[in-house]
């Protein structure tokens, strides 16, 4: 009796369920056009891999995930007493001074990031004083283009007798900062004498420092010449734009 009743409802139940029209084909196979090939589905974890949730990704993220909460600690310290000389001293001996050189190599690369162009220097002084501390050109350049970007010219040139002592040389990039910091800075003859001492370098030149040069010499046509003379010597294949003579009083 039982089963009949089920057997009763099954068919009850197919009579009421609603008819659903068949699906109309794409107006693609309407037109004679070959079906669409469907791809096969793919394993979860491919589908997982494809998917980005918008985080930067390489080097940038990378490196920031590297800083550890040692270095980030001495960082904002750092920031937070630089303007007390005592309690930076205190700071800097309590919690700088023993970190380990992963963190001290990162807390200068992130104070430079940030153009804390003085505790940058203040940071490198401390490196300068370890004992695993080597001449390392890269440190060099980094910290000059730091200061130079932002017309801490003095300081830069400190730094840069400091690797001149050490018997390293800059390389063209580092020339070319320090000499548009100069021309920044309202200083072109400085900037002409980081110019002779590339041209002693013994790194062959490159082309960024004289077309740095060429733009910042405009108001200074003698000088100007001079290297333009230089740069078609050295760089014969290679075009020099000239603006016209009337510019700045020219004749």
Not at 70 to 75: D, G, N, V, Y
Not at 194 to 201: A, G, T, V
Not at 208 to 216: I, N, W
Request: aromatic share 10%; glycine share 6%; proline share 9%.
């Amino acid at each position: 009796m039982a089963a009949s009743r089920g057997l009763l409802a099954r068919r009850l139940l197919l009579l009421l369920r609603p008819k659903i029209p068949p699906l109309s084909p794409p107006h693609g196979l309407l037109r004679g056009e070959a079906p669409m090939r469907l791809l096969p589905p793919r394993p979860f974890g491919e589908w997982r891999r494809a998917f980005h949730d918008g985080r930067p990704r390489g080097p940038l993220w990378r490196s920031k995930k590297l800083i550890g909460k040692e270095a980030l600690f001495a960082i904002q310290g750092l920031k937070r007493f630089k303007g007390d000389e005592e309690k930076l001293r205190e700071f800097i001996k309590r919690h700088v001074a023993r970190l380990l050189k992963a963190d001290k190599l990162s807390v200068l690369g992130e104070l430079e990031r940030q153009e804390e162009v003085d505790l940058s220097v203040k940071m490198f002084r401390i490196i300068q004083k370890e004992d695993w501390y080597k001449p390392d050109v890269y440190m060099y350049k980094d910290l000059i283009i730091a200061l130079a970007k932002c017309k801490k010219m003095d300081e830069a040139m400190d730094i840069w007798g400091n690797m001149k002592v050490e018997n390293l040389f800059p390389d063209s990039q580092t020339y070319a900062e320090v000499i548009r910091g100069f021309l920044r800075y309202g200083s072109p003859s400085d900037a002409m004498n980081i110019y002779e001492d590339m041209k002693r370098s013994p790194d062959p030149p490159e082309e960024l420092p004289f077309r740095v040069l060429l733009k910042g010499l405009l108001p200074h046509p003698l000088l100007r010449n001079r290297v333009k003379q230089d740069f078609e010597e050295l760089f014969p294949e290679r075009h020099i734009y000239d603006p016209p003579d009337d510019i700045f009083g020219m004749h």
